[in-house]
């Protein structure tokens, strides 16, 4: 169930396919809460996509539906992936979109973790 305007979780969304295994994925890492796998159509040299196992569609519904013990496994599991990764020294960027207006376009809560260059200060607002 959505607690946003998006609709409810759909179970064909892609991340749910990739979680069953019906699409393959190039994974990072996996553990009993999360999946981090790179992103098909990267934006930086590295950039994973990490997703709750659980059927969250968004920032707002993970944070509004997910135990406790699942929000921490998931954090814990993005600082997990950056480090394993190599990036903690250098630096990277989390981000996740939600929404119309945040850009979302797979209903299902994922955070992206971009590095291996200078980001710059921010994403784009144009
Ligand atoms: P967002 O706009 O935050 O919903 O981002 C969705 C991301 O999922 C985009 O960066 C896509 O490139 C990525 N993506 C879509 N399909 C796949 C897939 N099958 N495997 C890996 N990444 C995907």
């Known amino acids: 169930m959505s607690v946003t305007g998006l609709p409810p979780y759909d179970p064909q969304n892609i991340f749910a396919r990739i979680l069953r295994g019906e699409i393959p994925c190039k994974r990072v890492y996996e553990d009993e809460f999360a999946l981090a796998f790179h992103d098909i159509n990267p934006q930086a040299p590295t950039h994973v996509l990490v997703i709750p196992k659980g059927p969250h569609v968004s920032a707002a519904d993970f944070l509004a539906d997910a135990g406790d013990a699942e929000i921490a496994g998931f954090w814990r599991a993005v600082g997990h992936v950056a480090k394993s990764l190599g ?13 119309a207006d ?15 260059k200078r980001l710059g200060r921010m994403v784009s607002v144009s």
Not at 90 to 99: H, K, Q
Not at 102 to 116: C, R, T
């Open 102 to 116: 945040g850009g979302q376009e797979v209903p299902h809560f994922h955070v992206h973790i971009f590095g291996g």
């Open 87 to 99: 990036l903690e020294d250098a630096g990277y960027r989390l981000l996740t979109n939600m929404g």
